[in-house]
C-alpha cells in the first residue's frame, strides 16, 4: 500500500508542476498541457492459463477515470491516467475431480504511464507500463455439484493485489472530445505464491472510452 500512495502521489505532484511551467500562448493543441475525464467498457479476458481442463470466455465491463497530457515538444508527451477498470472472464473446469462454472469480476485502480507520439493534432499513439491494485473482487458460481467447497477454495485463494502490465492504443481528438482504444496484458499472473489449486491467469482487454479535454 505505500508503493500504491508514492505513485498516487508522484503523478499529483508531476502533473501540477507541469500545468504551471508549461506554456498555454502556443497555437498548436499538441504543445499544451491537457486535463480530461473519460468512461467506456471493457471487453476483458484471460491469457496464459493454467487450472485443471480451465477454459474462458470474455466478460464485459465498466472503465473510466481521469487523464493528463504532458507535452514534451510537438510531437510527443507523456499520458498519465488514472483508472477505475472491471476486468473478469466467465470461466470453467474441475476441481476436487468435480466439474464447475462461475464468473469472476474484478475491480482494479489502474495507472497507466503512457508516451505519446502526436503526428497530428487530431491523432496519438500511446503505450506503455501500467500498474494496477486490485480493490475488489467477485466470485459468482452457476453450477457444480461441490459449490460450497469451490467458493470457499476461491474466497481463500491468495491473490496478487498489485499487478504490473503494458498497454497501448490511440485517441483521436475532435475538438474536446477524445475517442480512445486501448490493448493491455498482465504481465504477472493473479497468484501471489502461486500455491492454490484454483486457476492462475494473467488479464488481457480491450478498451474502448470517450473523454472529454480541457
Partial sequence: MKHFNL????????????????????DDPR????????????????????GEDFEADARVGFAGGVYFGIPVGRFMGIQ????????GFQG???????????????????IPLQFQIKPTEFF????????????????????????TAHEQEFNNDNVRKNVLGFVTGGDIIIKQVVISGRMGWDFQTNHGDGSSSTPRYKNKWIQFTVGFQI
Fill in 7 to 26: 505513485i498516487i502521489a508522484t503523478l499529483f505532484v508531476t502533473c501540477t508542476m507541469s500545468s504551471v511551467t508549461i506554456a498555454q500562448d502556443t
Fill in 31 to 50: 504543445e499544451q498541457f491537457r486535463f480530461g475525464v473519460k468512461a467506456g467498457i471493457n471487453y476483458s479476458n484471460v491469457w496464459d492459463e493454467q
Fill in 80 to 87: 498519465p491516467e488514472l483508472l477505475v477498470s472491471q476486468k
Fill in 92 to 110: 470453467g473446469g474441475t476441481m476436487f475431480g468435480t466439474p464447475y462454472s462461475y464468473t469472476k469480476t474484478t475491480t482494479h485502480l489502474d
Fill in 124 to 147: 496519438t499513439v500511446v503505450a506503455g507500463p501500467q500498474y494496477s491494485y486490485l480493490i475488489h473482487q467477485k466470485n459468482t458460481f452457476t453450477s457444480g455439484s461441490n459449490t
